[in-house]
């Protein structure tokens, strides 16, 4: 159940701490947002140290469909109506500088990165659409709207982005980790004022950077109440079609399509984490149905932060832990928002104003009704009966029988059939 990335990329490897480590910035979390954090800081002759649990980019970024694109759904004209235009144009601007940023680093690495315009398309709301045109005709952006595309099956309409991109993420990270100051291995178990503790030494350090998915400090922030988190599904095909782009559904439990080589990747079958979802049977269905002679070789599953609001939490942890920072909640749009926090977060660290930093400041109002929905399901599985709980905070533990797991409906953490932990917030087994 391994993803595509994972068979054909050599990534680099690292040691584990071994005793007393001082530093100036601590990055907590060895994914794609944490990386480029240390990448930054290591460009501008910062003193850093990253400590990951596992192996770099072995959890969420190994699984992403890398996509790079600041065509997150039909964001903007949601952004238009509860943010303003300020905002709606601070975050086009931050995630279209992302794309930039990554089209400029990948020109002198082998990533497989390719220019493909970007589709959000509809079955059946052609009005959201013509909203999102109109939206970000305000916002002085230039897209297009088609009436048809190259997909197998009939839409109201689709809104493209011209010039975005697709990569092969690890393959990319493989070439910009090669000098950075990696600590794999080095499970953080244990954070006190300007000290981490780890399975193998302890960090001294003046600021934190947490990049660790969900964050792991629950005393701060109330990031348990301004998140959950949502499974998705992929297959890879052999044999399937050969799109002009990358196509997203609007509807949250849509479809996403885009190729890889010979390849063509379908997700979808989403559901939130302990909840039931269409899985890959819901894919496999489909691909027998309009890709009857393609081979399925691979499958594999991720996971998503998801906001109150679709905006991501890049920026001061909370008010009250100066000098430590998060980015986290990407609402499935991970490596444009990777590359976005790591800039956001980068000059922060060095006392820089950042011009697109307020839209996604992680203490902004949190009065959504996602937000409701959210305390519902922690209160819920809290008074749910269960031998099986979440060691994070306590929710009772649902059975995964798709992926064999037990999965936490209320903060998405994951653990193997024995209780192994496999996705945080939980820190433990």
Not at 211 to 223: E, M, Q
Not at 362 to 388: D, H, V, W
Not at 398 to 406: D, L, P, Q, R, V
Request: a neutral charge; glycine letters at 8%.
């Amino acid at each position: 159940m391994d993803s595509i990335w994972s068979e054909n990329s050599n990534m680099p490897h690292f040691e584990s701490l071994k005793g007393t480590k001082k530093t100036d910035v601590l990055i907590i979390g060895g994914g794609m947002a944490g990386i480029l954090c240390a990448y930054f800081l290591q460009q501008q002759g910062i003193d850093y140290l990253l400590a990951e649990g596992g192996s770099i980019c072995g959890k969420i970024t190994k699984n992403t469909t890398a996509k790079i694109t600041s065509q997150h759904g039909l964001i903007y004209r949601q952004l238009l109506k509860k943010a303003g235009e300020e905002k709606a144009k601070q975050y086009l601007d931050a995630n279209q500088k992302a794309l930039q940023m990554f089209r400029t680093l990948s020109e002198k690495i082998d990533c497989d990165f390719e220019t493909k315009p970007a589709y959000v398309y509809s079955l059946n709301h052609r009005q959201k659409l013509e909203e999102e045109m109109k939206a970000l005709e305000t916002l002085g952006f230039s897209a297009k709207f088609y009436e048809q595309t190259n997909l197998p099956f009939p839409v109201a309409g689709a809104v493209a982005f011209e010039k975005q991109a697709q990569f092969h993420p690890l393959k990319f990270v493989a070439k910009i980790a090669e000098n950075l100051n990696i600590y794999e291995n080095t499970f953080v178990t244990e954070l006190k004022p300007h000290m981490a503790k780890t399975d193998c030494g302890e960090i001294l350090f003046d600021r934190v950077i947490f990049a660790t998915h969900f964050p792991i400090d629950n005393k701060h922030g109330l990031y348990f109440l301004k998140m959950y988190q949502h499974r998705s599904y992929v297959i890879a095909l052999k044999g399937g079609q050969q799109l002009n782009g990358m196509y997203v559904d609007e509807a949250m439990c849509g479809m996403s399509f885009r190729n890889y080589r010979e390849l063509l990747f379908i997700g979808g079958g989403d559901h939130r984490t302990g909840k039931n979802g269409g899985n890959w049977q819901e894919l496999r269905k489909f691909a027998n149905r309009y890709y009857p002679k393609a081979e399925e070789i691979a499958y594999w599953a991720t996971q998503d932060c998801m906001t109150l609001d679709s905006v991501p939490y890049i920026g001061e942890y909370s008010p009250n832990m100066p000098g430590c920072y998060v980015a986290t909640g990407f609402n499935k749009w991970g490596m444009t928002s990777s590359m976005a926090a790591a800039m956001i977060l980068c000059d922060l660290i060095m006392g820089k104003e950042n011009p697109y930093a307020a839209v996604f400041c992680p203490s902004r109002n949190m009065m959504k009704p996602q937000l409701l929905i959210n305390g519902y399901e922690a209160i819920t599985n809290l008074l749910t009966f269960s031998k099986k709980r979440c060691p994070h905070m306590g929710c009772a533990l649902k059975w995964n029988a798709a992926e064999h797991s037990f999965d936490c409906p209320c903060h998405g953490s994951r653990f193997t059939k024995d209780g192994t932990v496999l996705d945080n917030p939980a820190n433990g087994n």
